[in-house]
């Protein structure tokens, strides 16, 4: 059974940063970062192929940067400059072609 497991979420201050983390229980070409907000679908946040690609959402093009160890089947995502309006659950997502699995979640909080 596949596994992602989450963690490094929480709450920081406007400005701050966060490094959450996501450990697949095996390897995965495309492995990645979404997030969703109450009332609204879930987003792309960065994606990155095991031969190095990336891609990123324009809201966090500069601030967020996606990196993986594929000798941990680790993802991590770098958050520096948070801003309020990055609140959300970020959801770690792993697959070949498409994303076909999902952890369950983590929050992040960006509040004075």
């Known amino acids: 059974q596949v596994q992602l497991v989450e963690s490094g979420g929480g709450l920081v201050q406007p400005g701050g940063s966060l490094r959450p983390s996501c450990a697949a229980s095996?390897?995965?070409?495309?492995l990645g970062w979404y997030r969703q907000t109450p009332g609204k679908q879930r987003e792309l946040v960065a994606t990155?192929?095991?031969?190095?690609?990336?891609n990123y959402a324009d809201s966090v093009k500069g601030r967020f940067t996606i990196s993986r160890d594929n000798a941990k089947n680790t993802v991590y995502l770098q958050m520096n400059s948070l801003e309020p309006e990055d609140t959300a659950v970020y959801y770690c997502?792993?697959?070949?072609?498409?994303?076909?699995?999902w952890g369950q979640g983590t929050q992040v909080t960006v509040s004075s």
């Open positions: 990155m192929t095991a031969s190095g690609t990336t």
């Open positions: 997502a792993a697959g070949r072609l498409s994303y076909s699995y």
């Open positions: 095996r390897s995965f070409f495309q």
